[in-house]
């Protein structure tokens, strides 16, 4: 079945730029999106990309798309303490609309002072 | 704040009962997924429901099943708990077919003992 990579860690300096990776294999990608979860809570939808865009910018975070290495990134710039949690990249198959997400196991983002 | 609710936030069962989680959809979401996130772990699919049926469903057994409700809110049971379905239980909405904006509720912890 369709599986989505990520490394287990990132640490990063405070205001530094944050950049967590994802590699997944499904080719009938739609969506990819990248959501972040805070200790004991759940999921927050920070952006997604249509799988037809290479790149996306909202505010302090911008996303790359590379659909013939099926990989994905979220930069995060001037990186905050408030950063700190764990990010999980996830894809929407073409399935009618039927199709769930597969999610990575998640990125924890450490920021060090 | 997405507007997707989910009760309760904690529970405990023990193993062979039966347990009944509940999600309300934000306003304007017709479509309700249910994830489950074993600790560590990325969120799996469990099924989706729109217009009352299940119209998809990842890789669990049929003791989990769902219900959807005319106002889209939904239900998650599971029978027959087993320890390994401590998790967290997250349910997501969206609008049928538009995959770009799919919000996820803060969840519900189960602990099986």
């Known amino acids: 079945g369709e599986d989505v990579e990520q490394s287990l860690f990132l640490s990063v300096r405070e205001g530094d730029s944050s950049v967590i990776n994802c590699t997944y294999t499904?080719?009938?990608?739609?969506?990819l999106y990248w959501y972040k979860q805070e200790p004991g809570a759940g999921l927050q939808l920070l952006t997604y990309i249509f799988s037809n865009m290479d790149m996306k910018q909202d505010q302090r975070l911008t996303v790359l798309l590379n659909k013939k290495d099926k990989h994905l990134s979220l930069r995060i710039a001037d990186t905050q303490t408030g950063d700190s949690a764990i990010y999980f990249c996830a894809e929407k198959g073409f399935g009618g609309g039927a199709d769930g997400l597969t999610f990575g196991k998640g990125t924890h983002l450490i920021i060090q002072p | 704040e997405t507007g997707v609710t989910q009760s309760p936030t904690h529970l405990i069962k023990t193993r062979g009962q039966q347990v009944t989680l509940r999600c309300s959809s934000q306003s304007g979401h017709n479509t309700v997924s249910w994830y489950q996130q074993a600790l560590g772990q990325g969120p799996q699919f469990i099924f989706q429901y729109y217009r009352e049926e299940e119209n998809g469903r990842g890789n669990f057994p049929p003791r989990f099943s769902g219900l959807q409700f005319p106002n889209y809110s939904s239900e998650l049971n599971v029978n027959a708990l087993e320890l390994d379905d401590s998790a967290l239980y997250l349910c997501?909405?969206?609008?049928?077919?538009?995959?770009?904006?799919?919000?996820f509720g803060e969840g519900s912890w189960l602990t099986v003992v």
């Open positions: 499904d080719s009938s990608s739609t969506y």
């Open positions: 997501a909405s969206s609008r049928y077919g538009a995959g770009n904006t799919i919000y």
